[in-house]
């Protein structure tokens, strides 16, 4: 009886804070949740198109928002692509040229692999918190599941997608759901998030999927993290340019 | 008096004659027709280009090359002052480029969006279709290329999707307009065209351009404020270039005819001066000094050339003038290709190239007739009269 009792009382305490929760509060525990000191990754991408789809298979060393290292392990016409994003700036290696390209420019508008994600969604990992000027628009339940309904509107210049409408779940603390919208208030592309797992304590989609609302009949495409670790060291080696070629 | 002389002879041998002029008149023909088709394409090219598109010429951007649109998204600026000063006196008109993305049938394609002044009338396009559509969130040209590409009709409505000055997506419906038949693919193959004003405003570049065209026969002006002056022969290089690299070939062929008919007339020289030893020996003996008598077998050999050109005119001069009056129907559309090409083809034919024609197959067929009647000037008339020559 005590324990059942303990039970409610830990289960009201914990739903009490998260209601209590601010917006800024909110924003920023998303914000901890889906960035970290640095992680390792090994994830794969799955691109459906009109009559088949592709998976490719990466690994990610990624430390803050700055610095990010990806290689692609299959299929085998991608294996050995390498790309480095430090800062703002982005290269990518293919070793069927032997060459070092800078990803510049419109080119970071360009889909990556030909999935609905762009070389800017991919960079675009500031914290929501410096980026977007949040409002809570409400609560609703999605597969009984409490989420809060937030919009988040630009307050720096530059961002890809002015707006955004965000629904969080009020346990995870995760955007379950993202719609982006162009300045002109028009849906661009929507993603989502599954799988939710407890990692190193804290709580990460293992499924996203992508999707260009603007392309009829799109499946979107799937990101599946198969393998992620949180705060490993990574050796500053790991983001230097001669690594492209290695 | 050499002169008939060598007619006489040449006329003389009839068929040998008649099958060297032919050869040498076909070449003639196809070296003229060939030179005059590639003339008529760069010709139509250079007017196609002047009159859809840059006019008297155009002022670039610094930064605008129309080769690389990653470079779009930081070609445009205020127009500088002079520059200005002609669109304000509607010498002139600017176009503000960009890169989109496009929706039409819910896939996503690239496209080129160029904002042009819907009253311009610099230029030969339809740009008059885009004016007075206030209830159309983006009026929408394109050409007929662009409208087979993507399936798109007048009044179908599909996505544009664009990135402003700021570098933040926006997005809305543009509706076809109008469908335009260009011949100049560089308006068509990928490109929308939309009000300037509204362009202006989507991207938030508002009185920026990319690039300025003005009418013809204004002169640059003094101060370009760091814009490029771009000519017509600069804007028709590429055109050029294409036509440049497919005339090996055809020199090629008719470098081979001319070969044929010159050998004809070396084999025809050589022969004459085996077969005639003694009447070149009796006209040595009765005179004529060794020079004479190696003009005489070069002019008769030489003489082809000028039947030739007579033959030229009598067997192809009516198809020449068909062509020349009637053009050539072309069976595909090369505007795909990246070529602007009529539909058909009108060859050109002027002074210069049918001058320089005659006197290449002239000096061809000179040395070809001089050179087997050196031997002559070795031969010893007493030789020559018993029908020896020198070998």
């Known amino acids: ?246 | 008096m050499l002169f008939k002389i060598a007619l006489k002879n040449l006329l003389g041998a009839r068929l040998r004659t008649f099958l060297n002029v032919l050869v040498t008149a076909f070449s003639f023909f196809l070296i003229l027709f060939m030179s005059a088709m590639y003339d008529g394409m760069l010709q139509h090219a250079k007017q196609v280009t002047m009159d859809t598109e840059i006019a008297g010429g155009a002022y670039w951007h610094p930064e605008y090359d129309p080769l690389d649109p990653m470079k779009f998204e930081d070609a445009h600026s205020a127009l500088p002052a002079e520059i200005q000063s002609l669109v304000d006196q509607k010498k002139a008109f600017p176009v503000l480029v960009s890169q989109a993305s496009i929706y039409p049938g819910g896939r996503i394609m690239p496209a080129i969006m160029k904002g042009i002044p819907p009253d311009q009338n610099i230029v030969n396009m339809p740009t008059g279709a885009l004016a007075g559509h206030d209830d159309i969130s983006i009026p929408v040209l394109i050409g007929k290329g662009m409208a087979s590409d993507t399936k798109l009709k007048v009044g179908d409505v599909f996505t544009i999707r664009w990135l402003d000055a700021d570098r933040t997506y926006d997005a809305d419906e543009g509706t076809v307009v109008h469908i335009m038949d260009t011949e100049n693919f560089k308006l068509d193959m990928g490109h929308i065209w939309i009000p300037l004003k509204k362009a202006q405003t989507m991207l938030a570049m508002e009185q920026e351009a990319t690039y300025v065209t003005y009418e013809k026969g204004l002169p640059t002006v003094q101060d370009k404020g760091g814009w490029i002056p771009r000519d017509i022969n600069y804007l028709v290089q590429d055109m050029e270039a294409i036509i440049e690299a497919d005339k090996p070939g055809a020199i090629i062929m008719y470098m081979i005819i001319l070969a044929l008919a010159a050998m004809g007339i070396f084999n025809a020289q050589v022969l004459s001066i085996f077969r005639r030893g003694r009447e070149i020996g009796t006209l040595m003996a009765i005179g004529m000094t060794r020079q004479r008598v190696v003009g005489l077998f070069t002019l008769e050999g030489g003489l082809n050339a000028v039947l030739a050109a007579v033959a030229t005119l009598i067997f192809f001069g009516p198809i020449l003038w068909y062509f020349g009056a009637n053009g050539i129907p072309l069976p595909i559309d090369y505007s795909e290709m990246g070529m602007i090409m009529a539909k058909r083809l009108m060859p050109i034919y002027t002074i210069g190239l049918i001058v320089s024609t005659t006197v290449l197959v002239s000096v061809v067929v000179l040395i070809v007739s001089y050179i087997p009647s050196r031997r002559i000037s070795r031969m010893q008339p007493t030789d020559a009269l018993r029908g020896k020559v020198v070998a």
């Open chain 1, 1 to 246: 009886m005590i324990k059942i009792l303990i039970s409610i009382l830990s289960f009201a305490f914990l739903l009490g804070q998260s209601n209590d929760m601010s917006v800024q509060d909110i924003i920023r525990a998303m914000d901890n949740n889906l960035n970290a000191k640095s992680r390792i990754l090994t994830s794969k991408m799955i691109v459906h198109g009109r009559r088949s789809s592709r998976t490719i298979e990466s690994k990610n060393w990624v430390v803050g928002i700055d610095k990010a290292f990806t290689e692609y392990l299959s299929p085998p016409r991608e294996a050995g692509t390498k790309m480095l994003k430090l800062d703002d700036k982005l290269w990518t290696y293919s070793p069927q040229t032997d060459r070092v390209i800078q990803i510049s420019g419109h080119m970071l508008r360009q889909s990556v692999m030909g999935s609905d994600m762009s070389y800017n969604d991919m960079m675009e990992d500031r914290p929501l918190m410096e980026l977007y000027e949040a409002t809570l628009e409400g609560s609703v339940e999605i597969d009984g599941r409490d989420h809060w309904i937030m919009l988040l509107t630009a307050k720096v210049k530059g961002l890809s997608y002015p707006m955004r409408r965000a629904w969080i779940d009020k346990e995870y603390l995760l955007p379950m759901k993202e719609e982006l919208y162009a300045k002109s208030g028009k849906l661009l592309k929507t993603s989502t998030m599954d799988g939710i797992k407890k990692v190193q304590g804290r709580w990460f989609p293992t499924r996203f999927i992508f999707k260009d609302e603007l392309k009829r009949n799109s499946k979107g495409t799937e990101w599946v993290i198969d393998e992620i670790e949180f705060d490993s060291e990574i050796a500053e080696s790991r983001f230097s340019k001669a690594r492209l070629r290695k």
